[in-house]
């Protein structure tokens, strides 16, 4: 039932800026945390940024503190990253990702993933 809408890929020249939204099928507050991945070629899938859909507390992969920012908007169900001072080595499909926590077991979500290219 759960599905996540992704939105806000494209192409920006190095230094430029995009903002990444995802579009919950349900309440954010559904979820324990919503969150950001990205992965590049021949890469592993990394955290990029999450936030709790209880505090709002954040955090950052350290490759992008200071430039990428994760915030939501409650009454539309809504993630999103704004992402400043891009670099090439950003380039990376991007997923929106949501998780609840079951006892012991954890259930994430994914969406299908946006392509994010920073090249002159």
């Known amino acids: 039932q759960v599905q996540l809408v992704e939105s806000g890929g494209g192409l920006v020249q190095p230094g430029g800026s995009l903002r990444l939204s995802c579009a919950a099928s349900?309440?954010?507050?559904?979820?324990?945390?919503m969150g950001w991945y990205r992965q590049a070629p021949g890469k592993q899938r990394e955290l990029v940024a999450a936030?709790?859909?209880?505090?709002?507390?954040?955090d950052y992969a350290d490759s992008v503190k200071g430039r990428f920012t994760i915030s939501r908007d409650n009454a539309k169900n809504t993630v999103y990253l704004h992402m400043n001072s891009l670099k090439p080595e950003d380039t990376a499909v991007y997923y929106c990702n949501a998780a609840k926590r079951r006892y012991n077991t954890i259930n994430m979500y994914w969406g299908q993933g946006t392509q994010v290219t920073v090249s002159s």
């Open positions: 349900g309440s954010i507050f559904s979820f324990d945390t």
């Open positions: 936030i709790s859909s209880s505090s709002g507390s954040t």
